[in-house]
């Protein structure tokens, strides 16, 4: 199943409070993605500050333990939106009945 994770600071974190965990932030999700579980990583590109994960895993549950074990998630900086999804099977619709 993919599940995408959005991270965001809490409020009142900034840089100043992250920037001392990124290296070992860095190194964990690269392991996660080494193991296949996380398949993409981004950075926002709007003006917002947070991080996107998409995993692959069993289910959201296995996803929120992955992402509670980051290292700035245990530190009580991030907070995750995590989301399961599922293809989207409406066009099926379309080629199935055609008019």
Do not use: Q
Not at 15 to 25: C, G, H, N
């Amino acid at each position: 199943m993919k599940v995408v994770a959005i991270g965001r600071p809490r409020s009142g974190v900034g840089w100043v409070d992250i920037a001392p965990y990124v290296s070992e932030e860095a190194r964990h999700v690269w392991e996660l993605y080494e193991s296949e579980r996380v398949r993409e990583f981004y950075l926002r590109a709007d003006e917002r500050p947070g991080v996107v994960l998409v995993f692959e895993c069993e289910d959201a549950a296995e996803a929120e333990r992955l992402v509670g074990s980051l290292p700035i998630v245990e530190a009580g900086l991030l907070d995750f939106e995590v989301i399961a999804l599922r293809p989207y099977v409406g066009l099926r619709r379309l080629f199935e009945n055609p008019t």
